[in-house]
C-alpha cells in the first residue's frame, strides 16, 4: 500500500464520522472539507508517527503540508526516504 493510501486510512480513522478511506479525496483540503479540527490534528499527526515509525519534523511542518493528503504524504514521504 503507498504512502497516500495509508494516509488515507489514518485520516479516516481519526475522523471516525464513518468516511472511509476509499471516499477520502487526494486534494481535498483536511480543514476546510473534512473538519479536521485542532485535537484531531493532533491525533492524526500521532498515528502516522505510529503508522510510519518516524518521527515528524514539526519545526518543518507547515500549515500548507496539511491541506491536502496528496500534499501531506509527500511531507511523509521525504521523512521516510531512506538516508543515503
Do not use: C
Not at 499527526?45 to 505510529?50: C, F, G, T
Amino acid at each position: 500500500m503507498d504512502i497516500e493510501n495509508r494516509v488515507k486510512l489514518v485520516l479516516a480513522k481519526v475522523l471516525d464520522n464513518g468516511l472511509t478511506a476509499e471516499q477520502i479525496g487526494s486534494e481535498a483540503d483536511l480543514v476546510a472539507e473534512y473538519g479536521l479540527d485542532s485535537l484531531q490534528t493532533i491525533t492524526f499527526l500521532l498515528a502516522i508517527e505510529d503508522e510510519f515509525d518516524l518521527e515528524l519534523d514539526y519545526p518543518s511542518l507547515q500549515l500548507d503540508d496539511l491541506r491536502s493528503v496528496r500534499q501531506f504524504s509527500g511531507f511523509v514521504a521525504r521523512l521516510a526516504a531512506p538516508v543515503q
